[in-house]
């Protein structure tokens, strides 16, 4: 499966943008879709997930509050809503697809099979 990434850009703080991504293949409802974003000199950090079927989504602390992750079955999409955008959040954002994982691991990368190329978003200050 392919996972195209868009929607980043250059906004300024407290701005808001809206990435989405968009599997080439069906998206099952046992799947897991996750964000992740990596800052240059930083690991690779989680930063929300969607378990597909349900609905139920997670978060990291920093983002809580700020961003919305979603789907749209009918469109096998997935979103990502940021708000209150900081410099902070300056990243390459990456989505990625989970086919198996257990609830407790999906915050880990190893958790997922297959990667986007990545979109970058700079907030400026």
């Known amino acids: 499966v392919q996972l195209q990434a868009s929607g980043g850009g250059l906004v300024q703080a407290g701005g808001s943008l809206r990435l989405s991504c968009a599997p080439s293949?069906?998206?099952?409802?046992?799947?897991?879709m996750g964000w992740f974003r990596q800052a240059p000199g930083k690991e690779r950090e989680f930063v929300a997930a969607i378990r597909w079927g349900s609905a139920i989504t997670f978060y990291a602390d920093s983002v809580k509050g700020r961003f919305t992750i979603s789907r749209d079955n009918a469109k096998n999409t997935m979103y990502l809503q940021m708000n209150s955008l900081k410099p902070e959040d300056t990243a390459v954002y990456y989505c990625a697809q989970a086919r198996s994982a257990i609830q407790s691991t999906i915050r880990t990368s190893y958790a997922y099979d297959y990667w986007g190329q990545g979109t970058q978003v700079t907030v400026s200050s």
């Open positions: 293949e069906r998206t099952f409802s046992n799947y897991i």
